[in-house]
């Protein structure tokens, strides 16, 4: 099982940035997936960015240019650089783990583990 802790959210203008944290504690060695969903209230988590553990980074349409995920193995860390954030961007974002194969699918139910969520605001 793989702990996940969130951080770096907060409320920005729109056209700004942020980057979001996922420090990975636990059996990290067995995941083949990690990425990040959003949920906006009254909506369903969404997919947005996914990193398998060859490093192929995988994006929704509507993140990509804008948004980038990485991860340093050393520190166990997911990071999500969300830069020209937009209205329709706020939510609570989530870090989410697969164990097994290197695949990043964007069904949340398919994913192992999760973090408790950072908030992310923009104002307009």
């Known amino acids: 099982q793989v702990q996940l802790v969130e951080s770096g959210g907060g409320s920005v203008q729109a056209g700004g940035s942020l980057r979001l944290s996922c420090a990975a504690s636990?059996?990290?060695?067995?995941?083949?997936?990690m990425g990040w969903f959003r949920q906006a209230p009254g909506k369903e988590r969404e997919w947005v960015a996914g990193?398998?553990?060859?490093?192929?980074?995988y994006y929704t349409d509507s993140v990509k240019g804008r948004f980038t995920i990485s991860q340093d193995n050393a520190k166990n860390t997911l990071y999500l650089q969300m830069n020209s954030l937009k209205p329709e961007d706020p939510a609570m974002y989530y870090c989410?783990?697969?164990?097994?194969?290197?695949?990043?699918?964007?069904?949340?139910?398919?994913?192992?583990?999760w973090g408790q969520g950072t908030q992310v605001t923009v104002s307009s």
């Open positions: 636990g059996y990290t060695s067995s995941w083949g997936c």
């Open positions: 990193i398998n553990l060859f490093g192929a980074a």
């Open positions: 989410a783990a697969r164990v097994g194969a290197a695949w990043c699918p964007p069904n949340p139910g398919l994913y192992n583990s």
